[in-house]
């Protein structure tokens, strides 16, 4: 801990540190984990408690409405340092009529690009102007998306989508139907694209229609549903050949519609569908995942 802040070897620690130490204390957070997180982050030490911490906090959990959530989004934050610029977002952002249940999230998910930010006004006109409402959660998520990637990995993204056989138009809507697709890492792009164009034989534009697949297991959701479903079509008990809808919903509603109705064939399909990836599948995961080549069948 002194390695990070040397600092604290000069100071007072009865004046200046145990206030703080017994500030955290007091909210409901154990004492093992408040000792973990300083240790980690001593950093939080160092403003006054009074001007900065107490306040801070309160903000904090004015949105988070629970202190063991308020205390671990304070540590580990470089926004904890500037806690005007923090307090002047969250108003920018309420002005711009961004929900506080929205905001709760971003603090949630430790968004310091955005509460750290000094163009919060111009992020937040961008992503009006791509048509997400502020008031729904998918515009905070827009914001994240946008402001986490720098415009070079944003275009690489962009160009691997339209190597697939996207168009802009087709990256775009997209990106409005769920913002989290931009947050994909290439990699992953590729060996879902691989999966869905080169080994399934589907059309990499059906994926703009549900991007959230992007997002899913490969082993885990997108394989084993995709075998169900080729299962079904091969016997002809499922005439439409759409694998979007099956392999995007729940776990729940997908062994209803597409397991466990088909009495005499329910045993045979959750075999299929929990069957580990063979070794040869697994290699071919991570053959994608190393792979930005593009080999369409």
């Known amino acids: 801990m002194v390695t990070k802040a040397p600092w604290l070897l000069s100071c007072d620690p009865c ?173 992953k792009i590729n060996a879902v694209m691989n999966l869905w164009v080169n080994q399934l034989g589907r059309d990499a534009l059906e994926l703009v229609h549900c991007p959230k697949i992007f997002g899913l297991s490969i082993e885990k959701t997108i394989m084993p549903r995709a075998r169900v479903l080729q299962h079904l079509l091969a016997k002809g008990l499922r005439k439409r050949a759409s694998f979007v809808s099956p392999i995007s919903v729940s776990e729940k509603l997908f062994l209803a519609r597409f397991v466990t109705c088909f009495k005499e064939e329910s045993c045979q399909l959750l075999k299929l569908y929990q069957e580990k990836v063979s070794v040869q599948g697994k290699e071919e995961v991570g053959a994608a995942l190393g792979s930005s080549q593009i080999v369409k069948s």
């Open 15 to 187: 004046k200046r540190l145990l206030p703080k130490f017994e500030f955290f204390l007091s909210k409901d957070v154990s004492s093992s984990e408040i000792v973990d997180l300083i240790s980690k982050y001593p950093r939080v030490l160092r403003p006054s408690l009074e001007n900065h911490i107490v306040p801070t906090y309160e903000l904090i959990y004015k949105f988070l409405q629970s202190h063991v959530r308020t205390t671990r989004c304070m540590f580990g934050n470089t926004f904890y340092s500037c806690g005007d610029r923090l307090a002047h977002n969250i108003i920018l952002l309420l002005e711009n009529e961004v929900k506080e249940s929205n905001i709760a999230r971003l603090l949630g998910n430790h968004s310091k690009v955005i509460f750290a930010s000094n163009d919060i006004i111009k992020l937040v006109k961008e992503v009006k102007d791509l048509g997400f409402d502020p008031s729904k959660a998918t515009f905070v998520i827009a914001l994240m998306a946008i402001k986490k990637t720098s415009p070079s990995l944003w275009k690489e993204k962009v160009d691997t989508f339209k190597k697939w056989g996207w168009s802009d138009e087709a990256v775009s809507e997209a990106f409005r139907r769920h913002p989290h697709v931009m947050l994909t890492s290439i990699k």
